[in-house]
């Protein structure tokens, strides 16, 4: 098998920046991981603020209840002992006055009411027993203190206080340490979307520049105003591309001279070629030129030698008339278009071709798939060219598949013949203009096409076997 592979260029395309879903940006993380760490932080202070803060206003509420109960008791002993109501009622009226004091009251060992707050309790005996020294209901403080003398007990003083004004502050105290944790959530956000940004800001100027060169353009520099690490980076990356940019200059430099010397060889082994190609015909011109010239030519001689000139300029007519297309291909104007009328058009003007009488010439393409940027005159060129050759390689007939077939982002286009095949030894110069296989042929057919593909960033690549068939193909971007 014999396979010529021509490396393939496509029109290199802009690189796209990738697109990131906001979740996964750099910038949401930090502010996400930020917030997160400070409500974690923040929270954990403010609740223990909050937890001590309140731990000292009930501390406060109890021993303000105890000192009072302890006074009670105190300032009702003698009054108790002189069973002198007068003076346990000033007692809790006194007690009265003070804040969160609900109720208070004095009583005798049986448990009746001496003197209360509440003046309907008097002369009353208590229901409730008197277990334990305090007691707390959801929105009181109750304390109970016996008084005793000499170990004996002769009455008890109550005393409630409301812890209504405790509630309310301990709720506002961790409503405002509730405010605080989110107000440090919402400050920590900012603060943690701006740093972000400053970072992210240098990150994107960076990317964009890569994305820049990606594209081939070496003249990018960033300047990331930045004095830390990020600097750093794009102080290193605008050395980096420009050593990039001097090694890219060389190497197009080197690649110049190349081109150069590769142009001279080839205009040399050009001018060769043509010399070869006219030599033959033009040495039959002047043969027949002077055979005419003799006077005593025989007429049916001179009947040979105006038909060997006809047909050998005729020759050196077609050799000169193709060169002057292989040297004149025009810039391609490529537009987006369907390639199978293209295909079918020309497969149509194939199938009428006197040497294609007995070829089959089938097409596959889809129309709807099969768009493709080209020059459309360009394009018929080469299909035709490569028809053709198939044709020629197929005298005794044959079948010739045309297919266009939709690969991704690309058409892949191929000739498929069961034609002679190209011999090894022609196989790796087949593209060089005036290389030929046929008799009568200039050997020009496949350079131009190459030189058309090659316009379009692509170029031809052919798998042939000789005696089994030929497969010539190439690709196009898809539109
Ligand atoms: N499908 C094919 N099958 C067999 N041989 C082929 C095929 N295509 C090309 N060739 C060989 O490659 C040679 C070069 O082809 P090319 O089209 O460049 O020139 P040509 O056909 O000889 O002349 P012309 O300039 O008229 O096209 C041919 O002469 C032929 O030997
Ligand atoms: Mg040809």
Same mark, same amino acid.
């Given at each position: ?21 906001? !979740?996964?940006? =750099? *910038? !949401?993380?930090?502010?996400? $991981?930020?917030?997160?760490v400070h409500a974690v932080l923040m929270g954990t202070f403010?609740?223990?603020?909050? %937890? ?6 009930? #501390? ?18 003698? +009054?108790?002992?002189?069973? &002198? ?7 809790? +009226? ?67 206080? @409301? ?16 405010? !605080?944790?989110?107000?440090a959530?919402?400050?920590g956000?900012? +603060? ?8 992210? *800001? ?6 964009? #520049? ?5 594209? /081939? ?25 420009? $050593? ?7 190497? *197009? ?10 142009? =001279?060889?080839?205009?040399?082994? =050009? @001018? +060769? ?14 043969? @027949? ?5 003799? $006077? ?25 008339? &193709? ?44 129309? @709807? ?47 498929? %013949?069961? /034609?002679?095949?190209?011999? &090894? ?35 031809? $690549? ?11 193909? !190439?690709?196009?971007? #898809?539109?």
């Amino acid at each position: 098998m014999s396979v010529i592979e021509i490396v393939h260029k496509h029109a290199s395309a802009e690189p796209r920046a990738p697109r990131l879903s906001f !979740f996964r940006t =750099l *910038r !949401f993380r930090l502010v996400l $991981s930020v917030a997160l760490v400070h409500a974690v932080l923040m929270g954990t202070f403010v609740w223990s603020a909050v %937890d001590k803060q309140s731990e000292a206003i009930r #501390a406060d509420l109890y021993s303000r209840a105890h000192s009072l109960i302890t006074l009670m008791a105190v300032a009702s002993t003698n +009054a108790l002992l002189a069973e &002198d109501l007068g003076s346990l009622a000033e007692v809790t +009226a006194r007690v009265k006055r003070q804040p969160d004091v609900t109720e208070g009251e004095i009583v005798d060992v049986r448990g009746d009411v001496l003197a209360s707050t509440n003046l309907h309790q008097v002369g009353h005996r208590l229901l409730e027993p008197l277990v334990g020294a305090t007691a707390q209901g959801r929105n009181r403080l109750r304390l109970h203190e016996q008084i005793r003398v000499a170990g004996q007990r002769i009455g008890t003083v109550l005393l409630d206080m @409301s812890t209504r004004h405790l509630q309310a502050e301990l709720t506002a105290t961790r409503d405002e340490g509730l405010l !605080f944790i989110l107000l440090a959530l919402v400050v920590g956000s900012i +603060a943690a979307w701006v740093l972000s940004l400053l970072i992210t *800001r240098n990150l994107y100027t960076l990317m964009a #520049a890569v994305h820049k060169i990606g594209g /081939g353009n070496l003249g990018v520099r960033v300047d990331l105003h930045a004095r830390d690490e990020v600097g750093l980076l794009g102080g290193a990356f605008n050395a980096m591309v420009e $050593s990039l940019q001097r090694i890219s200059e060389q190497v *197009r430099s080197e690649h110049e001279k190349r081109t150069d010397a590769e142009r =001279l060889a080839c205009v040399g082994e =050009l @001018s +060769a070629s043509i010399a070869h190609e006219i030599r033959n015909p033009l040495s039959a011109v002047i043969n @027949s030129v002077k055979l005419l010239d003799r $006077s005593n030519l025989p007429v049916t001689d001179r009947a040979q030698a105006i038909a060997i000139l006809n047909t050998e300029s005729l020759r050196l007519q077609r050799i000169l008339n &193709d060169f002057l297309d292989f040297a004149r291909i025009r810039e391609s104007r490529l537009v987006e278009d369907d390639v199978c009328a293209l295909i079918e058009e020309v497969a149509g003007l194939i199938r009428q071709h006197p040497q294609a009488a007995s070829v089959r010439v089938e097409v596959q393409c889809d129309a @709807s798939r099969c768009r493709t940027r080209h020059d459309p005159d360009q394009l018929r060129q080469v299909i035709w060219n490569l028809m053709l050759n198939s044709v020629q390689a197929m005298p005794e007939g044959g079948e010739l598949h045309v297919r266009a077939t939709p690969a991704g982002r690309v058409v892949k286009f191929s000739f498929t %013949d069961n /034609g002679c095949g190209i011999p &090894d030894s022609l196989l790796d110069k087949i593209v060089r203009p005036f290389v030929t296989g046929r008799k009568h042929g200039t050997g020009l057919g496949l350079s131009i096409a190459q030189r058309i593909l090659m316009q379009h960033g692509t170029s031809l $690549s052919i798998v042939s076997h000789v005696n089994v068939g030929t497969e010539v193909s !190439f690709e196009l971007g #898809a539109a």
